[in-house]
């Protein structure tokens, strides 16, 4: 369309062209002019917009009665007389809106009058409510003083309970340790078999760094291996090997190495068949006898646990090269 005008405005003369021109910048300020004053009329309330058409209907037919009196309508007489008679039908429709306009102004302030009389009850009833509301607050705050107090008192007795929980399960995990500790049973069967089977050897027993329960036990059978009738060479290092670093896992139980599986099989059935609290025991080879107490597994309090005072059959031991 763009195009098509400026061809046209091409062809057309230069005054033509100007015409063209000022009538598109007219007609934009008129519609510019239209859309802002609908945008204010939309402001009015309706009796304020009937009082303006009213009133712009009034000075339609004072216009018109204006044009009746000039000479030239005047000479010609049906003109006049059409003229007035429009000019008196428009100024009675004005005059008639203008009424209108008046009876509808009255009902919106009377409108407007009962919103702010409902205004005014609303907002003394919230005043009412306000008051009756800081009364249960009053009262709510009393009550929450006072269950506060009972909540501290109650806070205070489960701090004493827990406590006493506490040291209720320290005894437990205390007498857990106590009864389910490893211990020798028969140190004096251990004595026989070790004068037995390894009198004159060389032995050593170890446990890991601070692990109290291993040290017990390593120390239990040093005792037993130690009595002079015994005839065996103690290396005494409870207590003394520090823990595997990871990803090695420290021994659980009892490790016996020796020179040979044999050996190793049978320095642990003089050790554990009679005479020590034991699981299980893994086998192993080193240069010289020796006996790993490991870790005690670690198991839920005063969990039933398996028949102690045997080792496992040597079908059974689990043997590591």
Not at 226 to 254: D, Y
Request: charged share 20%.
């Amino acid at each position: 369309m763009g195009h098509i005008e400026y061809w046209i405005a091409e062809e057309l003369p230069g005054p033509i062209a100007r015409k063209i021109g000022l009538y598109k910048t007219q007609m934009r300020g008129v519609t510019w002019i239209l859309v802002v004053f609908s945008f204010w009329v939309g402001t009015f309330t309706p009796s304020e917009k009937v009082a303006l058409g009213s009133a712009f209907l009034v000075l339609i037919g004072v216009i018109g009665e204006y044009v009746a009196e000039v000479d030239v309508v005047e000479k010609r007489w049906r003109l006049k007389t059409k003229i007035k008679r429009f000019s008196m039908a428009i100024l009675v429709l004005g005059l008639s809106g203008d009424v209108l306009g008046i009876v509808m102004g009255q009902a919106e302030m009377a409108a407007l009058t009962k919103e702010a009389a409902d205004a005014a009850t609303f907002a003394h009833n919230a005043a009412i409510d306000a008051q009756n509301a800081h009364g249960l607050a009053t009262g709510a705050s009393v009550t929450a003083d006072a269950a506060k107090g009972e909540a501290d008192a109650a806070a205070l007795e489960a701090n004493a309970v827990s406590r006493k929980a506490g040291y209720i399960s320290a005894e437990l995990i205390f007498a857990q340790r106590v009864l389910g500790a490893r211990h020798v049973l028969d140190e004096s069967a251990i004595s026989s078999d070790l004068e037995k089977g390894f009198k004159g050897k060389r032995i050593s027993f170890k446990s890991y760094f601070q692990d109290w329960e291993a040290l017990n036990l390593c120390n239990q059978l040093v005792d037993a291996a130690s009595k002079p009738t015994v005839g065996v060479i103690v290396e005494n290092e409870c207590g003394t090997e520090p823990l595997p670093a990871p990803p090695h896992f420290p021994i659980e139980e009892l490790k016996v190495t020796a020179p040979s599986i044999e050996e190793a099989q049978r320095l642990s059935m003089a050790i554990a068949k009679q005479g020590v609290v034991i699981l299980f025991v893994n086998l192993g080879v080193t240069p010289e006898p020796t006996v790993m107490v490991g870790h005690l597994p670690s198991e839920p309090l005063f969990w039933p646990k398996q028949p102690k005072g045997s080792i496992k059959t040597p079908n059974k031991t689990r043997a590591k090269q």
